[in-house]
């Protein structure tokens, strides 16, 4: 069993579906990153959070660390947002430890 | 700030050929992270070095990987001999105690035939 695990694996919207990417984890972690990897392979971080809720633009990130859940959620999805979602948690009890990856959410957003 | 740059962006090789992939963090970050990301395992941390030296290389599979730091604003990491099965994408990522958010490099995409 991955520390690490995110759900749905794949995912298909029409443009314009609200999205809901999930994240579990089942390690002690200081902070949790949500990051975006379009086809061609640059990784972009969207969000580090270590509690509550962060929210750029259309993304929102929210974290409860008590359920040791993640969510990152995506309104008015465009196909622009097409691309891979992946969580990591920085396991230990300073963010500068090591990330633990999850496997990654493939999102296909149709227009 | 240009963010963490990595050369060469494409690398093919033959098996046993050595191969160095280079990086080179944001100005002013203590982190320095080596990542490899393969179809069947995902993202993986190799090595992270914190002030040039080397912290945890647990990831790092075999003695035919080694990395080094010689100053703040370079790093490397060597294969050799190198072997089809370390073809991947291998990415660097920086980041301050500040802000403990890592920034990644574009990757290095090798290909070992």
């Known amino acids: 069993k991955n520390e690490v695990e995110q759900s749905p694996q794949n995912l298909t919207a029409q443009e314009g579906e609200f999205i809901t990417i999930n994240c579990s984890y089942s390690?002690?972690?200081?902070?949790l990153h949500w990051l975006q990897q379009h086809p061609g392979g640059g990784i972009v971080s969207l969000f580090m959070?270590?509690?509550g809720k962060k929210k750029h633009g259309r993304l929102i990130a929210t974290i409860n660390i008590q359920e040791k859940h993640s969510s990152l959620h995506i309104t008015a999805s465009h196909p622009r947002d097409s691309a891979v979602y992946i969580c990591?948690?920085?396991?230990?009890?300073?963010?500068?430890?090591?990330?633990?990856f999850g496997t990654g959410t493939r999102l296909q957003v149709f227009p | 700030d240009a963010g963490v740059i990595q050369s060469p962006r494409h690398e093919v090789t033959e098996m046993g050929q050595e191969v160095t992939l280079r990086c080179k963090p944001i100005?002013?970050?203590?982190?320095l992270f080596w990542y490899r990301q393969t179809m069947m395992r995902g993202l993986e941390l190799l090595i992270y070095?914190?002030?040039?030296?080397?912290?945890?290389d647990s990831g790092m599979p075999e003695d035919r990987f080694s990395a080094k730091m010689p100053n703040a604003s370079f790093s490397t990491l060597k294969i050799q001999p190198s072997e089809p099965r370390d073809s991947a994408v291998y990415f660097c990522?920086?980041?301050?105690?500040?802000?403990?958010?890592?920034?990644f490099g574009p990757g290095t995409r090798l290909t070992v035939l």
């Open positions: 990522a920086s980041s301050s105690i500040a802000s403990n958010e890592q920034f």
């Open positions: 070095f914190n002030n040039n030296v080397p912290i945890d």
């Open positions: 100005s002013g970050h203590d982190y």
């Open positions: 959070l270590s509690s």
């Open positions: 990591a948690a920085y396991q230990g009890r300073y963010n500068t430890d090591k990330l633990i």
């Open positions: 390690v002690g972690i200081s902070a």
